[in-house]
């Protein structure tokens, strides 16, 4: 039997038939070996064409050439992919979804909605690294910074991305007051253990608030929400429990003597001198800071900023390098290139060349709305308690400083493919470059669809349902006589509020100068618009649902653009629809149990069950528009659909979204702010048919699984 040389025929494999098949060429006919009477003959066989794919496979080998009838099996009409792959970055290796780095590919991670080895609840894994994002934010004073990282860190938040601001004023505020900031850190020894995160052991750092002093973790539970008495009243029920999956270790920490460390911020900062004689230092333990304080030419303050920058980054590439975080928001000016080389020097010593990182600068063009933000920087902590024309005059110094080292983002970041994103006037203008990641997107797409302009939102639950009377889930049932009647109630009482909100903004209008007067109403609501002056638009929006639609029914769609949306729907329970929850209990008592583990996690089991977390995601188009959107909109939905509502506008935490009550017969009232979300709720009152403000009302927890 003659042969073949092997070199002739790479790849090969056998049919079944008795061919063996040769891979296609690019530039050559497939080659086919035909056995006849034991001896190999080369035949050559039209190739398919380049860009189609390749013949199914089944077990490891090709489908036969031949099938039934003698028709060959089709090929996919599918053009091979021109698009490059998934960047791949240096994530972690390990086939039993250990700690060990490996290559990998970085994808979106939405919980709830994907599940891979290293991530099962769809989280950004605490491994990977590249999934995860550092936004730097750079402008000028009175921009509107803090601003727009609150209101995405509410929005990454409320999508399970754990995010969180670390705001360099509020640090150097303490600092600069006298309390002293333990900072003399072992850099040396913090920097080794973030670079060796990349290696085979993992390591932790000991929890922020044991590194932080009194003052710092006051400013800190400050700047991200976590002020004690605003969440909600304890429910004793079992959470998940969420370990980090890397071992302990602590970092050495030590409090110098002031000499000590301004000697060391001289030696880590030797563009900032000393100054000439001790004369020219301030030596007051608790230092000015007023414009001065931002002079360069006062270096021991300048050293203080500058050591206060590179602290708050410092412990925001902990927080997403060691302690599970996704997010970092750096909150500061970085208005000087040398900062921001600094920063992108820092990130990169630590975090590597893997860590997304993002610029997001927000200039302010438009006078109207850059005094109505200098007139919010007056009234912060900076100017509390001081006359405001003293201190307006004091604040324009101090932006004065800045302007004259002031380098915007461009050809710098552009030359150097560093990805940002430019706001002008908070959105109504906005540039990007080099958008690159999941999450970049995801906080680009949300900062280009949200505006200042004044406006209410309301969300309410659809009247009582007969469903409701009868104590079932789900279901698509009517209102009842008295959910009629909640309908026709609030129906006039928002006409009524309408109307005395337009009254109430012309009198704010009215009695609003910058500087302030006495009297003033304070402060006022920046928003860039040629139309304030015009009738607003009011809309309302219900589910698909019939108890939804029925409660809209009593609004006049001449005054009010009524829109149903499938997204407002309730939560589907699959095969629990219909049921009551003691009904739940003794037929699906192991179903039961999970639910009451996990309710954020928990997915109804059945066709169209759903979770918390769907409903998030099904969520996400509704809240961008209303974050875009300049009219008044009344959102008639369900329990929990208002929940997860009222969960993004307060910046509730994780564990308290599938908890909140949110019985009938309430009407919340959201109007955006400056500095925050104005909230109120009103109850419903069926004697006199109208509704109360109750003035001390705060969102809880429910006492019952509902």
């Not at 006919?29 to 009477?37: F, P, S």
Request: net charge neutral; proline share 7%.
């Amino acid at each position: 039997m003659s042969k073949v040389p092997s070199k002739s025929v790479p790849d090969c494999r056998s049919e079944p038939n008795g061919e063996v098949r040769a891979p296609p060429s690019k530039f050559s006919a497939a080659l086919v070996l035909r056995k006849t009477n034991g001896v190999s003959k080369k035949v050559e066989s039209p190739r398919p064409q380049a860009d189609l794919k390749p013949p199914p496979v089944a077990n490891g080998h090709h489908a036969p050439s031949l099938a039934k009838d003698g028709v060959g099996i089709a090929l996919s009409d599918t053009p091979m992919p021109t698009a490059p792959s998934s960047p791949r970055t240096q994530a972690m290796k390990n086939n039993s979804g250990g700690s060990t780095p490996r290559i990998r590919p970085t994808t979106l991670d939405i919980p709830g909605l994907t599940r891979s080895k290293v991530s099962p609840d769809g989280r950004i894994s605490q491994r990977d690294v590249g999934s995860k994002l550092v936004i730097v934010m750079v402008g000028l004073p009175a921009r509107g910074k803090s601003y727009i990282t609150k209101k995405m860190a509410r929005y990454l938040n409320w999508l399970q991305h754990d995010t969180k601001i670390f705001n360099v004023g509020e640090r150097r505020r303490v600092v600069a007051s006298g309390h002293r900031h333990s900072s003399s850190i072992a850099h040396a020894n913090s920097g080794s253990l973030i670079r060796g995160y990349n290696g085979v052991n993992g390591m932790s750092s000991v929890p922020d608030r044991a590194r932080l002093d009194a003052p710092h973790l006051a400013a800190k539970i400050l700047i991200n929400g976590e002020t004690p008495g605003e969440g909600l009243t304890p429910l004793y029920l079992p959470s998940p429990v969420h370990p980090h999956q890397i071992r302990g270790s602590t970092m050495g920490y030590s409090i110098a003597h002031d000499d000590e460390i301004h000697a060391e911020l001289e030696a880590k900062f030797p563009e900032l001198t000393r100054a000439s004689t001790p004369d020219e230092e301030q030596e007051t333990e608790a230092m000015d800071q007023s414009a001065s304080f931002f002079d360069p030419q006062n270096k021991k303050a300048a050293l203080i900023r500058e050591q206060c920058a590179m602290d708050t980054l410092d412990e925001l590439l902990e927080y997403i390098l060691l302690d599970g975080g996704s997010v970092g928001i750096l909150d500061a000016t970085n208005s000087t290139l040398m900062r921001r080389k600094q920063i992108m020097n820092r990130i990169r010593e630590r975090a590597g060349p893997e860590l997304n990182v993002l610029f997001v600068e927000s200039v302010c063009q438009d006078k109207t709305l850059l005094e109505s933000n200098m007139r919010l920087k007056l009234s912060g902590p900076d100017y509390d308690g001081k006359d405001p024309v003293a201190a307006l005059e004091d604040f324009k110094k101090r932006v004065a400083i800045y302007e004259r080292n002031y380098v915007p983002l461009g050809d710098y970041e552009e030359d150097n493919n560093m990805p940002y994103v430019k706001m002008v006037d908070v959105g109504r203008k906005v540039i990007s470059h080099q958008i690159r990641g999941f999450l970049s997107a995801q906080a680009v797409y949300y900062l280009l669809n949200f505006n200042l302009a004044p406006r209410i939102i309301w969300v309410t639950r659809h009247g009582e349902s007969l469903d409701n009377v009868a104590g079932k889930i789900g279901g698509d049932s009517d209102l009842s006589d008295n959910g009629r009647r909640y309908a026709q109630a609030m129906a006039k009482f928002i006409e009524h509020e309408r109307k005395n909100w337009e009254i109430h903004q012309a009198d704010k209008a009215a009695n609003t100068h910058f500087p302030p007067h006495p009297g003033d109403h304070t402060p006022p609501n920046p928003h860039y618009s040629a139309d304030d002056g015009e009738h607003k638009n009011f809309c309302v929006w219900t589910s698909m649902l019939k108890r939804s639609i029925q409660t809209a029914e009593y609004f006049d769609e001449e005054e009010f653009e009524v829109k149903q949306m499938r997204m407002l729907d309730e939560l589907n329970g699959g095969i629990m629809e219909g049921l009551t929850y003691d009904e739940i209990r003794m037929q699906y008592e192991d179903e039961y149990n999970r639910r009451r583990m996990d309710k954020l996690g928990y997915r109804y089991p059945g066709p169209g069950g759903e979770g918390y977390l769907d409903v998030i995601n099904r969520l996400r188009p509704v809240i961008v528009e209303l974050e875009r959107m300049t009219d008044h909109c009344l959102l008639i939905t369900h329990r929990s659909v208002a929940r997860v509502l009222l969960a993004y506008f307060r910046g509730l935490r994780r564990d308290e979204v599938a908890d909140l009550d949110c019985p009938l017969g309430m009407l919340y009232q959201l109007e955006p702010k400056p500095y925050g979300v104005e909230f109120k709720a009103w109850r419903y009152n069926s004697d006199t048919d109208g509704f109360d403000l109750l003035p001390d009302y705060k969102l809880r927890r429910s006492d019952t699984i509902h």
